[in-house]
Structures are given as C-alpha cells and as structure tokens.
C-alpha cells in the first residue's frame, strides 16, 4: 500500500507488499524488498537497497545522488536518522559504500557518514554519530549520545557507554566508556548471552589479562593469534595485533 502523497521516481523497484505511509519520496535508483515498511516524511535517494522486513520510522532521511546504501533483513530505523545524505566533495568522485547488517537497530537521530560498516545485530542508541569509514564488527551496542571518529573499527561484541567519544579501535567482547574512551573491562553479561560454554568465557579472561594487563602487549597477541588453541580468544588477539589499540585496561 502506498499512500497518495507519495512521489515515486521512475526506475524505482518496489515490491508489492510495501507500506509507505504519506508525503515519502522514493528516488529512482531505490530498491524495496518484500515487508518493507516506511512510515511519513522519509526521503530516500541514490542507489539504496533495504532487504526484507525493513521498518524505516518518521522523517529519516537515507543517501543522496552518489551515494551507495545496503541496509539487511529485519532492521529497524527510528526517526529522524540520516544515513549517507552528506555528498562527496569536488575532490572525491564517488561516496563510500554503507553496509548495514541485518537484525540491527538504529534508534532517533542516529547518523552515518560515507564508508560506515555495521555487521549483524548492531544496536545504535539516540543521536550516535559514526564518521567516516568506521566499522562495527557484529553485535556491537553504542549509548546515546557517543561519536566514534573517522576510520575506527570497534570489535565483536562491544559495549560501549554513553555519551563516549571513541578515537581508537576498540578490541572484541569489551566494555568501554568516556571521553575519550577507555576500556573498562570485558563485557561479561554479553558474553553469557553468547557463549554457551564457560571455559571460552575463561579463555577470553585470561587473554584479556594477559595482553591488556598492563598497557598493549602487540608481541604477546601476535604470538597468541597465531598459537591460541580458542577460536575466541585467537579472535580476541587478533584484533589486537592488527588494530590501533592504545587503550590501557583500568
């Protein structure tokens, strides 16, 4: 169903069973699968593709001319997000690629810029700002009113407090928080939820001392993400071997 205020662009694809609520505007290089459900006032432009069972909520607005969007099953959008609507500078030729990843949430007043990553299950609270080329590994969870600055990567299961500013990559399965940011320890809780078995929950303890203990053992994590019999604590090392961390656990 699509309400007749709605300007659709010619070239559009939109498939049948897709609500669009009043005054939208669908630009001409937008694709909308099956179960797609946009709300009033959204404006949606450039090449856009939003997945199946996609809710997009009141006055958000997604892309411009050059811009490049994917957007997975099942993620919501609260209002009044802007999502890749800053265009390219003269000197660039065209924007970065935005991925979001499917099962995510997005809530009011979140904005990505050019190049931003989500992977799955990535939940962004009210007013987020991610810059550009920032990369959020799966099941990452960002508090209100955080910014994360140009080209950081935050691992896998991340917890990160509000109002934090973020100029570091921030390592898998920790809790972090202020301005600037710092990692606070792991994020326990979420890794019950996650691993079923507790000695991988024990591994990713004892790793986490050992590299983090005191300050980043770049040496200690190349060797462990190489030997490491855990696939999580290897993941865990990894990251840390090959990403900008200069962080000191407290």
């Known amino acids: 169903m699509i309400h007749k205020s709605v300007i659709v662009e010619d070239g559009a694809k939109i498939a049948k069973d897709v609500k669009i609520g009043p005054f939208c505007h ?15 006032n959204i404006v949606l432009m450039g090449k856009l593709k939003i997945s199946k069972n996609v809710r997009i909520f009141s006055f958000t607005t997604m892309g411009n001319k050059d811009s490049d969007i994917e957007v997975g099953e099942k993620t919501h959008i609260r209002e009044f997000a802007q999502i890749g609507t800053q265009e390219a500078s003269e000197e660039e030729k065209n924007n970065k690629k935005i991925i979001i990843g499917s ?3 997005l809530m009011a007043y979140v ?20 810059y550009e080329d920032v990369v959020c590994e799966q099941r990452v969870i960002i508090g209100g009113l955080s910014t994360v600055e140009t080209g950081i990567t935050i691992g896998t299961g991340v917890m ?15 809790l972090t928080e202020g301005n600037r940011a710092s990692v606070k320890g792991l994020n326990i809780v979420g890794l019950r939820r996650r691993l079923d ?6 591994k990713i303890k004892s790793i986490f001392k050992s590299i983090l203990g005191d300050g980043v053992d770049k040496e200690l994590a190349h060797k462990l993400a190489k030997e490491h019999e855990n ?20």
């Open 111 to 130: 904005q990505l810029l050019s190049g931003v990553r989500l992977g799955d299950y990535c939940i962004l609270t009210n007013a987020v700002r991610l």
């Open 231 to 250: 696939e999580y604590a290897k993941q865990f090392a990894s990251f840390i071997a090959n990403n900008n961390i200069k962080v000191k656990a407290s």
């Open 26 to 40: 669908i630009g001409k290089d937008v694709e909308l699968a099956s179960g797609v459900i946009l709300e009033s």
């Open 197 to 202: 078995d507790k000695e991988d929950i024990e």
């Open 160 to 174: 990160i407090g509000g109002a934090s500013c973020v100029d570091h990559d921030i390592p898998p399965f920790t």
């Open 103 to 105: 099962n995510s949430f």
